[in-house]
């Protein structure tokens, strides 16, 4: 009874009460690894790797339309790849920070010019 009346009287209250509510409906991490899905929608195949603290930790070939999923500790991670096969390949890469219980997927897809790929990256809770 002297909660409700509380509530009635204070509009700090209130507000206090909405913030501890909507507080608790907020995702929680259970300390899952970051997974990346690196993914080719290139028309040439390209040579992927995985790179944390300066070292390779995954690589793989991938033609169009395949792909390679991985789990990496959270840390500064860089995804270079290159076509595959040639005497000049054409090279792109990407840095982000992984964060636990994120899903992150990057993709190798055509830039303005056939010849040459940009890698797309986008990120999700999980």
Not at 88 to 117: G, I, K, L, Q
């Amino acid at each position: 009874m002297k909660a409700r009346l509380l509530l009635q009287k204070s509009p700090l209250a209130i507000f206090l009460f909405l913030l501890v509510f909507a507080s608790s409906c907020t995702r929680e991490c259970d300390g899952t690894n970051p997974e990346i899905t690196i993914s080719n929608q290139w028309d040439h195949p390209i040579f992927m790797e995985v790179i944390r603290n300066g070292y390779v930790t995954h690589n793989a070939t991938l033609g169009e339309g395949e792909q390679i999923t991985v789990m990496v500790n959270s840390e500064r991670i860089e995804i270079r790849t290159r076509e595959y096969g040639v005497i000049f390949p054409d090279r792109s890469s990407t840095t982000f920070n992984a964060r636990d219980c994120w899903e992150y997927r990057v993709t190798a897809v055509p830039a303005d010019d056939d010849d040459e790929h940009i890698l797309e990256l986008s990120q999700s809770f999980r």
